[in-house]
């Protein structure tokens, strides 16, 4: 069995494949990596997410905008939800969610 993790990481999308025995990533699950409607709202959650870098910004190599976040949360909530959804009905019973993503910008 795999798990789909939903969890966002700078230059990785938030849809993560793990080996539920190992939790070693993996993108060895067609029927989500290939659907394109994933692929579209792993790209635009990720590309979101990622724009909350700044780089040689305030006075540091890197820089994590959170009042950006924080603004952006209602859309990353709508755009998670969708993401959610969509591997829900995709679900065939070979993989289980764990969705971290979620309940961290709801915290916001």
Do not use: Q
């Amino acid at each position: 069995m795999k798990t789909i993790k939903i969890m966002n990481e700078f230059l990785h999308g938030p849809v993560w494949t793990c080996e539920e025995e190992t939790g070693i990533a993996t993108d060895n699950l067609p029927l989500v990596h290939e659907d394109p409607v994933v692929a579209s709202l792993n790209r635009e959650i990720g590309e979101l997410f990622d724009s909350y870098y700044e780089f040689d910004s305030h006075d540091l190599p890197c820089w994590f905008n959170e009042e950006r976040e924080r603004a952006d949360k209602p859309r990353m909530l709508e755009l998670l939800g969708r993401l959610n959804a969509r591997i829900a009905e995709l679900n065939d019973g070979s993989f289980v969610m764990d969705d971290r993503e979620t309940p961290r910008v709801e915290a916001l």
